[in-house]
């Protein structure tokens, strides 16, 4: 578990981004998570030392007019203490179950920093990919706008019906329509982008992410991290829950300096004192056993929730290479959509060239061809996305 925490505490800053994204989220947000981290570290240190009991420092002074000779006043001032030395295992267990506590929160503060991260960096995928289908849409309109052209000359040479022209002036109404959308949902993305960071987006370099292997997911899983130190925490919760009903074994000690009643001299006593001893003591509670059991069916719950993370975890990664491979299928298609309209842009231009083919033509092909390369584009920043998923759930897998 320390090498598990020093690979988070290292990888906070480095986790999976290059230098420039380290520090991706605003000093507001950052600042959050500092906070959290050390009110848990406070809250440890509290949780760890809760089995010391206080000592207890007082003073009193009281007055007295009962006697006729007049008031009298007498001070005292004590310093004591009731401290359990042992509760049959149950010290141990409370400083294991505050370090276990401890990590889990950990943990879980730090998945929460991970996915922030990641929800900034995927934003900043977003807006990359939509750049890039403006870019693809702008094509396609450019191509909506030769056919309307050249269905425009057939329809008015009386070779074309009304209705294909209608059909092209809707497509190329669409593709422009879709252009105005998606620049909303850009402006959309860098809103969002700015609710978390103080960067500029446009400034900011993306990552380069790899598939890492089922074995380093599982193993810096962060989620399965938290479930595994919350079912230790658990087992820790229900020790001291059997050993808070044994016996424990308690030092008491106080000592005190007090004024004598002048009335009452006696010389057998003194100001100055100490009085100290020990007591053994066993609860017996009629909810012992149901507390008891209560806890275990609390530790069972949290290592069954184990198992069912690690079925989860192992899940999400199948899902992930899944569609890692049918996107792969889909550059292999634009690829060779790609080869495809290289040879036919090419026999369009030689076409051309020879008075069989128009401008026209061989514009529509060029822009057939820019779309299949940004079709590649988008489809290796769509895998980038899936990758993400992995990424932020992982305390260390560069």
Known sequence: MKKFLLLCSLSAASWLFADELSDILSNNKTAIFDYQF???DLEYDKLSKS???PVTVQYSKTYTEQFKSGRIGTGSFTIGIDQPIFKSGGIYFA???AKAFHDANEADILLQKRQMIGNAVNLLFTMKKLKLQQQKLKYLIKNDAIDIKL???SYDAGLLDS????QALLQKNLDETSLLEMEVSLAQARQNFTLLSDKDPETL???TLRLISAKEYQGSNLELARERLRAKEANYNAKMTWTKYLPTVSLQGRYTDGDLNPLFQNPLLKEQYSTYGFTISMPIDINSLSDIEASKVAHLKAATEVID???TVDEEYRLVNQNLNIIDKKIQLAQKDEKLYQNLYRVTKNLQKAGEKTTYDTAMMQNSLEIKRLDQKIYMIDKQIELLKLYTKVADAL
Request: glycine share 0%; no cysteine.
């Open 38 to 40: 050390q009110s848990n």
């Open 51 to 53: 089995w010391i009991n």
């Open 95 to 97: 400083i294991k179950y």
């Open 151 to 153: 269905k425009q000359e």
């Open 163 to 166: 209705s294909f022209l209608d």
């Open 205 to 207: 370099k993306l990552p």
């Open 309 to 311: 993370r690690q079925d």
